[in-house]
């Protein structure tokens, strides 16, 4: 195991104080504080840590009335003890895969909730059905230490899509790169997820 793991435990919350949590992601790939895969559920989660974890992101969420969807953020160690460390209020770009091995749309549901209606589940009725990774593309120089490249990306290929395919794109073969905010803006322009049953 590694000597840490990040997890995100994501949440929805209506006005009628339910809550649930929609299991855990897990972001360990990292490079320069930028995701490079991540996936759900975590290869090293188990029924017990989940459900710890879970129930602390409930608590926080009911703790300060929390209406929507959003994400606690915890560190996992070698003995799978876990440490809080935020709460993203907001729907993070990671949650399609979420969504995959849960079945529940988190964007239909933010919208229903912010519409004054209750969630129409409860805790039990979410499952994990799969596994889902999300790979992230990025515009970088590798004989620079990676670091952010512009230019006009001459090659590139996507995933074929199909049912368990799903890519989220705003570029293309000769696309222009370009960074507005120069090498600090995280240099990611793509986003692939992959789900398997």
């Known amino acids: ?66 209406i929507t969807a959003g994400t606690c953020e915890f560190l996992v160690d070698k003995n799978r003890n876990f440490y809080f460390l935020e709460m993203n209020t907001r729907l993070q770009v990671e949650h399609p895969i979420t969504e995959m091995i849960t079945g529940v749309d988190l964007v239909e549901q933010m919208i229903n909730v912010a519409a004054g209606k209750p969630l129409p589940f409860k805790q039990s009725d979410i499952g994990i ?39 989220d794109s705003g570029i293309q073969e000769y696309s222009e790169i370009s960074f507005r905010g120069g090498t600090d803006e995280p240099p990611q322009k793509k986003k692939m997820k992959r789900f398997e049953k």
């Not at 504080?33 to 009911?62: F, W």
């Not at 059905?129 to 230019?151: M, S």
Request: aromatic share 10%; hydrophobic share 35%; with cysteine.
């Open 1 to 66: 195991l590694l000597c840490c793991v990040g997890f995100f435990s994501s949440s929805l919350c209506d006005t009628y104080g339910n809550v649930v949590f929609l299991n855990e992601r897990e972001c360990s790939i990292q490079r320069r504080n930028q995701k490079v895969y991540e996936e759900a559920p975590s290869p090293v989660s188990t029924p017990e840590l989940r459900k710890a974890m879970g129930a602390q992101a409930c608590a926080l969420a009911k703790a300060v009335d929390y």
């Open 129 to 167: 059905n799969g596994w889902a990774i999300e790979a992230r593309v990025y515009a970088e120089d590798p004989f620079k230490e990676f670091l952010p490249q512009t230019g006009t990306l001459r090659r590139y290929r996507e995933p074929q899509k199909g049912p368990n395919v799903r890519v």
